[in-house]
């Protein structure tokens, strides 16, 4: 009796000591499925899902705190593909942060901008250039298209123009055989 | 005899070259447009060197190449700029790409043409003369044949491969090239060989072609060019891929996520070859290619066509007949079709192909996959078309990428044998450009982010350092106080004597400020009145007084003004 009492005992011992050193030796720097969610979000930054961007988002969802359908910009499609990988419900994207609006990039007319620094303040990217009283253009190869340098602009200067598809960004459509309904005779 | 090697699949459509084939080239007439699209390779678009309104003469570069991954772009005659903007491109989606519209002047001028030494030459210099004169693949792919024009990593090539298969149906572009024009695509094939220093090459040729083949042996012997053999080759679709001609002539196959020059072997194509010896022996730059001009015509013939040349111009040269009612770029097993007949001949335009309902039939109803494999035994790639097909149907892309999609080459075998008559490389090409976008997205989130957290530290780094000022700033005025409480426990008499605390030193500290800015403002007060002699200041007073005498005069006046005003406003 008192000797299977060691066995275990001792066996309890070994193991919870591996497991310990092991949880130290083998620790996971951060939370591995912030960063997979984090993957999944469009990287916009716009703040439409009342975060204060993607990655504060996705920390929120990894643990419970928001819905999955909050980002306007992923679309259904990535309201989809959060709830593959938490094997959660698809939800249809909530009203309440916004609607899916086709990709565009803000545009600044350089004939009205006054060189106020408003916009380059608030763009998370760093996508604007320009200084004070001086002229400000947009990067538009590193906008992300989330509407926040619209509000502080005191002039309305900024506007959102859609990315026009070119030859180099068209997609092949889905084939799709075409039904001919037969003519009358 | 050399020793041939097989490669996996393949198919045998009906040629149909016999009815281009028997005319020789001829060269396209002067029209009186040309529209010139500045992406035509692959790679980035080249910066339009023109505007509207330039002359420019023939030959002229309009389009330097944006990057090494570029090629540039001439004017194909000479004339007038009339401008530059955004036309249809010869690509199926049918948008517009930005073109340099030039009208011909009639007089076809050559600008000067400049033959480079690249015999004596560094490599590197004879790249970038070969990228100037924007030479291409002609094969169809139109990869920047610069950055081709390589030995590889050993230092020489093994093997040059010249591909004058011409495997697709009606395309009969190459065969009457090197019958009529075969020393050029053997001295460019000389000049490859030294620039690749390869031990041999091996120009591969369909044994449906034998003119070709008696004109290029007759050739290379006339020539006394050494180390270049003619190879004929067994006819079958599509022997004329890179990978496998490389694979019939050598028995190499490349793996998957390999290049042919890591195992000593490069491919040119032949008419390629012949644009190389143009642009470094003539020093004349890629402004025309032979263009197959076939199907559903009177007279399907082979022309030497200028680059921007309007696909109709040519189509009405050889009389189409009257139920024609497309175009495809390219030949009926890969060709593109075009969204109307008005679209530029481009550096990849081989041929232009018209086509009818009678000619390319509607496919019949796309039916079920049945699964029986017959793509997969026609699949020259050696992939699983039907399992590509189903992970391209259910938008699974990242299994049709573990099953290698991208090896995929679009020759069309695999919906050539279907028997439920399915558009395979409909979906490939579908999954294909889905996962290309995806990639795209995928980069441009990565460098949101990569942005978004170096701004965050940017902001935390600045909100420290500001800290750290203050923290400097608060040190030294504590240092201060330290010595004024010091100051005022030796016992200071000028002081009023604070009892020991901080915050009567700090009263007196405010007080100071107070005292220093007042000094400031006093310091700061106009003093063109401050040193005046007595005369002056009498004056002065005098002025000030008379000025107060007629101000209470005006107020006067304005006084017994006023009743009198009002009636008149009444």
Redesign the interface.
């Given at each position: 009796m008192l000797e299977a009492l060691i066995v275990m005992a001792l066996g309890a011992v070994i193991l919870g000591g591996a497991l310990g050193y092991a949880s130290i030796r083998f620790k996971v720097e951060g939370d591995p499925l912030v960063e997979k969610i984090?993957a999944i979000?469009?990287?916009?930054?716009c703040g439409q899902c009342g975060f204060p961007?993607?990655?504060p988002y996705a920390e929120a969802i990894a643990k419970g705190e928001a819905e999955i359908n909050q980002c306007p910009p992923g679309g259904d499609d990535g309201v989809h593909k959060l709830a593959d990988l938490l094997g959660r419900e698809f939800k249809p994207l909530s009203g309440e942060h916004g609607i899916e609006k086709p990709k565009s990039i803000a545009f600044i007319d350089e004939q009205t901008c006054i060189g106020c620094t408003l916009c380059i303040q608030a763009c998370?990217?760093?996508?604007i250039v320009g200084a004070a009283k001086q002229m400000h253009t947009i990067v538009a190869t590193?906008c992300?298209g989330c509407e926040l340098c619209l509000p502080p602009c005191p002039v309305n200067c900024i506007s959102m123009v859609p990315i026009a598809?070119?030859?180099?960004?068209?997609?092949?459509?889905?084939?799709v055989?075409e039904l001919k309904t037969r003519q009358a005779a | 005899m050399r020793r041939l090697f097989n490669f996996h699949g393949g198919v045998k459509p009906p040629t149909h070259k016999t009815e281009s084939n028997r005319e020789p080239i001829a060269a396209a007439p002067l029209f009186a447009e040309y529209v010139v699209p500045l992406?035509q390779s692959i790679g980035g678009?080249p910066q339009p060197l023109v505007k509207a309104g330039d002359l420019v003469l023939k030959g002229q570069r309009i389009g330097e190449a944006d990057g090494n991954m570029s090629s540039a772009v001439h004017a194909p005659t000479s004339g007038v700029v009339k401008a530059v903007e955004m036309r249809t491109?010869a690509?199926?989606?049918g948008?517009?790409?930005l073109s340099v519209v030039i009208e011909a002047d009639g007089r076809d001028q050559w600008c000067e043409l400049k033959p480079l030494d690249w015999r004596s030459l560094p490599p590197a210099q004879v790249r970038e003369h070969l990228q100037n004169a924007g030479v291409v693949g002609l094969g169809g792919a139109v990869f920047p044949s610069h950055l081709k024009v390589n030995p590889g990593k050993q230092g020489h090539l093994d093997t040059l491969v010249i591909n004058g298969a011409e495997c697709e149906p009606f395309i009969t572009c190459d065969d009457m090239q090197m019958r009529e024009r075969g020393d050029t695509v053997v001295k460019g094939a000389a000049i490859l060989r030294d620039l690749t220093q390869a031990r041999q090459v091996l120009i591969g040729i369909e044994n449906n072609k034998p003119e070709a083949i008696a004109a290029m042996k007759a050739t290379v012997k006339a020539l006394g060019v050494e180390r270049i053999e003619i190879v004929p080759i067994p006819t079958r679709y599509p022997a004329g891929g890179a990978k496998q001609l490389i694979r019939v002539l050598t028995g190499i196959e490349v793996p998957h996520g390999h290049r042919s020059t890591d195992y000593g072997v490069q491919c040119f194509n032949s008419g390629t070859a012949a644009a190389i010896y143009d642009a470094l022996e003539l020093g004349k730059p890629l402004i025309s290619r032979i263009v197959t001009v076939a199907g559903n015509v009177d007279k399907p013939r082979n022309y030497e066509v200028l680059f921007g040349t309007a696909m109709k111009d040519m189509i009405a040269l050889v009389g189409p007949k009257p139920d024609a009612d497309r175009v495809i770029m390219g030949g009926p097993m890969m060709g593109y079709r075009m969204p109307n007949d008005a679209v530029p001949v481009v550096k990849a335009t081989n041929c232009i192909l018209v086509g009818s309902a009678a000619l390319f039939p509607p496919p019949p109803?796309?039916m079920p996959c049945i699964r029986c494999g017959e793509c997969a035994k026609a699949c020259p790639a050696d992939l699983a078309p039907f399992e590509l097909y189903w992970f391209s149907k259910a938008k699974i892309f990242g299994k049709a990428q573990e099953y290698h999609l991208f090896d995929c080459i679009e020759c069309g075998c695999c919906a050539f044998v279907c028997p439920s008559r399915i558009?395979l490389v409909?979906?490939y090409?579908?999954a294909?450009?889905?996962i290309?976008?995806r990639e795209?997205?995928n980069s441009?989130?990565?460098?949101?982010?990569r942005?978004?957290?170096?701004?965050?530290e940017r902001e935390e780094r600045e909100k420290r350092e500001k800290a750290a000022k203050l923290a400097a700033k608060a040190a030294e005025t504590k240092a201060k106080l330290a010595a004024a409480e010091a100051a005022a426990a030796s016992g200071d008499t000028t002081a009023p004597t604070p009892p020991p605390g901080a915050d009567d030193a700090k009263k007196a500290l405010i007080a100071a400020a107070m005292a220093k800015a007042q000094a400031q403002k006093a310091a700061a007060a106009p003093a063109n009145t401050a040193a005046l002699t007595a005369e002056q200041q009498a004056q002065v007073k005098e002025i000030e007084a008379r000025r107060a005498e007629v101000e209470a005069a005006v107020a006067q006046a304005a006084k017994t003004a006023k009743p009198e005003a009002k009636p008149d406003a009444e």
């Open positions: 984090d979000l469009p990287q916009t930054q961007g993607c990655k998370p990217v760093d996508a590193q992300t598809e070119s030859v180099e960004t068209w997609k092949w459509k889905y084939p055989f | 992406h678009t491109a690509h199926s989606s948008l517009s790409t109803p796309e558009p409909d979906y090409r579908f294909k450009s889905e290309w976008a795209r997205d441009a989130a990565d460098t949101a982010r942005r978004y957290e170096f701004r965050l």
